[in-house]
């Protein structure tokens, strides 16, 4: 079946623009999970949705950054007044049993590289 | 605490090869292991998962290996391919689903 998707694939944009990315889970997956990878670092948590609970926005790293999930389906994204730091490869994944077991496999989409000038 | 994967950055295998990549972490608390693989311009893609209350698992031409005395695994390649070239990481998860990796080794499978 078809695997976790982000768009835009690449986008660039000016400092001080909000920019929008987008996830489409896996169907009939639960969880869902925004990450950001930097150039040559690993890999750094974000924000966590599950089902109708509350996300978990601990990983959030400025008020900068939101993200909404609708439906329990589609996730978005948002960085507003975007900064240089921001750049990087912003991947999403899902997974089936909603974090209740830490062995729920999280399948990651191709990400979203984000390059802002 | 968060525990994250340490790598040596490269290495470099023949082709046909066996390959070793090693992955130290710091937190003896970690009970579940996950290895990733992660081609250029792509998604990491599990590979394998071992939990703790084992030392060894095997899948398909890949083996991973957990010493948990000195918090170190290994995720053994048999056979190496060209298509294995990738970077390749190690996530210890720490009884929560965030999941947190370093920078990774990074294979290069020569002809």
């Known amino acids: 079946g078809a695997g976790v998707s982000q768009s835009p694939s690449n986008k660039v944009t000016e400092k001080g623009k909000d920019v929008e990315l987008r996830c489409d889970p896996i169907?009939?997956?639960?969880?869902l999970y925004w990450y950001r990878q930097s150039l040559g670092q690993g890999l750094e948590f974000l924000i966590y949705?599950?089902?109708?609970?509350?996300?978990?926005k601990s990983g959030l790293p400025s008020d900068r950054f939101s993200a909404e999930r609708t439906g329990g389906s589609v996730s978005t994204l948002t960085i507003q007044r975007t900064q240089q730091e921001d750049s990087a490869v912003y991947l999403c994944?899902?997974?089936?049993?909603?974090?209740?077991?830490?062995?729920?496999?999280?399948?990651f989409g191709p990400g979203t590289r984000l390059t802002v000038l | 605490g968060e525990s994250v994967g340490l790598h040596l950055p490269t290495l470099s295998v023949q082709e046909g090869d066996n390959s070793i990549i090693n992955c130290a972490y710091s937190?003896?608390?970690?009970?579940?292991f996950i290895w990733y693989k992660q081609e250029s311009g792509k998604g990491p893609q599990f590979i394998i998962d071992?939990?703790?209350?084992?030392d060894k698992r095997q899948g398909q031409r890949v083996t991973v290996l957990l010493n948990k005395t000195v918090k170190h695994l290994s995720l053994q390649i048999a056979a190496t391919q060209p298509g294995d070239s990738a970077v390749y990481f190690c996530?210890?998860?720490?009884?929560?689903?965030?999941?947190?990796f370093g920078a990774g080794t990074t294979v290069t499978v020569r002809a």
């Open positions: 994944a899902s997974s089936l049993f909603a974090g209740g077991a830490i062995t729920d496999t999280q399948y």
């Open positions: 169907s009939g997956h639960t969880a």
């Open positions: 949705f599950q089902g109708n609970s509350a996300p978990d």
């Open positions: 937190n003896s608390a970690s009970d579940y």
């Open positions: 071992i939990r703790s209350n084992m």
């Open positions: 996530a210890p998860v720490d009884n929560d689903y965030k999941l947190s």
